[in-house]
């Protein structure tokens, strides 16, 4: 036997109790409250993870009804009666209970959920200490990762230049798109396949882990065999068939945050990946789209705080798109530090008037030089504290890709 609370009007709490394999619910009056400290609350061995409150006096056959639909769904089932209404309790998987608002079905009068969302971005205190594996770079083990590398990959002389001096300055990773998504079609669309070959050569002449994005399912298993994480952008993040290939395969995620997304479908989309198998997933904000950009989008550095609050996921920050200017880059990387991120996403050309794509916010390799000392400065004054620092920071504006 045991007891809890019902969203019902009067009374307030009930009492659980199986007789002959039947479930009762007995109501319990304030009056009666003095009760409770002669119940057992031991709980049953399968607690319910979602309690449907019937309407009063609902026929056995509209309760049958709802009840059949319940389990075409997937859920497990037990009556409980009441003295004035009936209830039903539902095993299974909540996540999807959730999304059936079933609290609009006729006959239901009202529903509460009793488990947590089984959602596999949730907090987990062991799936936080767990790092990922980037290349030979590790990330997600309380130290700051940055990625820094153009936005295209033009041409391979070019493309080892820079890998070259942004490995000698301090960078984890390199990150150079083979394909890109462009809001005109007669911007440059990147080299395609023909980069992947320039990324493998730059992997093997720096030894830096390669960070690549993929536009389409069709290309995951091809890409993988280059990149060492494989990037969504922004664009795709709503790109479920690609999320879902994403899923299938055991290469890291890069998950980056659509410019006109909440943060609860920005999880959403994670969960494609994770719930397809693909533990691997890094989420980065890069901006999105608001009244108060001045351009295209503002960075929105007060997610960092809740994301650490609400998943175990690592969160990078991508300050290059969240600005579009290359001048306002450096104090936006610097307040993600401050904020927490676990990592951030740097553009960088030797020469970004020169550049195909995104030149505008590109740092050249001597800011990227100054940068970098700077923004391990803060990590090691923050300490262990880094990731869990809550202030929120106001960002400014982006630029046009991702």
Same mark, same amino acid.
């Given at each position: 036997?045991?007891?809890?609370?019902?969203?019902?009007?009067?009374?307030?709490?009930?009492?659980?109790?199986?007789? @002959?394999?039947?479930?009762?619910?007995?109501?319990?009056?304030?009056?009666?409250?003095?009760?409770?400290?002669?119940?057992?609350?031991?709980?049953?061995?399968?607690?319910?993870?979602?309690?449907?409150?019937?309407?009063?006096?609902?026929?056995?056959?509209?309760?049958?009804?709802?009840?059949?639909?319940?389990?075409?769904?997937?859920?497990?089932?037990?009556?409980?009666?009441?003295?004035?209404?009936?209830?039903?309790?539902?095993?299974?998987?909540?996540?999807?209970?959730?999304?059936?608002?079933?609290?609009?079905?006729?006959?239901?009068?009202?529903?509460? +959920?009793?488990?947590?969302?089984?959602?596999?971005?949730?907090?987990?205190?062991?799936?936080?200490?767990?790092?990922?594996?980037?290349?030979?770079?590790?990330?997600? +083990?309380?130290?700051?990762?940055?990625?820094?590398?153009?936005?295209?990959?033009?041409? =391979?002389?070019?493309?080892?230049?820079?890998?070259?001096? !942004?490995?000698?300055?301090?960078?984890?990773?390199?990150?150079?798109?083979?394909?890109?998504?462009?809001?005109? %079609?007669?911007?440059?669309?990147?080299?395609?396949?023909?980069?992947?070959?320039?990324?493998?050569? !730059?992997?093997?002449?720096?030894?830096?882990?390669?960070?690549? =994005?993929?536009? @389409?399912?069709?290309?995951?298993?091809?890409?993988?065999?280059?990149? @060492?994480?494989?990037?969504?952008?922004?664009?795709?993040?709503?790109?479920?068939?690609?999320?879902?290939?994403?899923?299938?395969?055991?290469? %890291? !995620?890069?998950?980056?945050?659509?410019?006109?997304?909440?943060?609860?479908?920005?999880?959403?989309?994670?969960?494609?990946?994770?719930?397809?198998?693909?533990?691997?997933?890094?989420?980065?904000?890069?901006?999105?789209?608001?009244?108060?950009?001045?351009?295209?989008?503002?960075?929105?550095?007060?997610?960092?705080?809740?994301?650490?609050?609400?998943?175990?996921? %690592?969160?990078?920050?991508?300050?290059?798109?969240?600005?579009?200017?290359?001048?306002?880059? %450096?104090?936006?990387?610097?307040?993600?530090?401050?904020?927490?991120?676990?990592?951030?996403?740097?553009?960088?050309?030797?020469?970004?008037?020169?550049?195909?794509?995104?030149?505008?916010?590109?740092?050249?390799?001597?800011?990227? @030089?100054?940068? !970098?000392? =700077?923004?391990?400065?803060?990590?090691?004054?923050?300490? =262990?504290?880094?990731?869990?620092?809550?202030?929120?920071?106001?960002?400014?504006?982006?630029?046009?890709?991702?």
């Amino acid at each position: 036997m045991r007891c809890g609370w019902l969203p019902d009007t009067s009374p307030s709490w009930y009492f659980y109790s199986h007789v @002959d394999g039947r479930s009762y619910c007995t109501p319990l009056l304030l009056a009666d409250w003095s009760a409770l400290h002669e119940v057992s609350m031991e709980p049953k061995a399968i607690n319910p993870e979602m309690i449907v409150a019937l309407a009063p006096g609902l026929a056995a056959t509209r309760r049958r009804r709802i009840r059949e639909r319940l389990e075409t769904v997937g859920a497990t089932v037990s009556l409980v009666e009441g003295s004035e209404r009936h209830y039903f309790e539902l095993r299974g998987e909540i996540a999807a209970l959730q999304t059936l608002s079933i609290d609009s079905w006729p006959g239901v009068d009202k529903v509460m +959920v009793l488990g947590e969302s089984s959602m596999h971005w949730a907090p987990d205190k062991a799936k936080s200490c767990a790092p990922i594996q980037v290349g030979s770079h590790t990330v997600g +083990v309380g130290e700051l990762t940055i990625i820094a590398g153009p936005c295209a990959i033009e041409e =391979e002389e070019r493309a080892l230049r820079i890998a070259e001096r !942004v490995g000698t300055t301090g960078a984890d990773l390199f990150r150079g798109g083979a394909y890109k998504p462009r809001t005109s %079609p007669y911007a440059f669309q990147g080299l395609g396949a023909d980069a992947l070959p320039i990324l493998e050569q !730059v992997r093997n002449q720096t030894g830096l882990g390669i960070i690549t =994005e993929v536009l @389409d399912a069709r290309d995951v298993e091809r890409v993988s065999q280059v990149a @060492d994480m494989l990037q969504v952008g922004s664009r795709n993040m709503h790109n479920y068939s690609l999320l879902k290939e994403l899923g299938q395969v055991s290469t %890291p !995620v890069l998950l980056k945050r659509g410019f006109a997304s909440t943060i609860d479908e920005w999880l959403m989309a994670a969960e494609y990946i994770l719930s397809g198998g693909n533990s691997l997933v890094v989420l980065c904000e890069r901006g999105i789209r608001c009244g108060a950009a001045s351009r295209k989008v503002v960075l929105d550095l007060g997610a960092i705080s809740e994301l650490k609050q609400r998943t175990h996921l %690592p969160v990078f920050v991508d300050p290059s798109h969240g600005s579009g200017e290359a001048y306002r880059v %450096p104090s936006l990387a610097r307040a993600a530090v401050a904020a927490g991120a676990d990592g951030l996403l740097i553009e960088v050309h030797d020469q970004p008037w020169e550049a195909l794509s995104d030149g505008r916010q590109a740092l050249t390799l001597e800011q990227f @030089d100054q940068l !970098v000392p =700077e923004l391990r400065r803060i990590r090691t004054a923050l300490g =262990e504290s880094a990731t869990e620092y809550s202030e929120h920071v106001v960002g400014t504006s982006s630029g046009e890709e991702r």
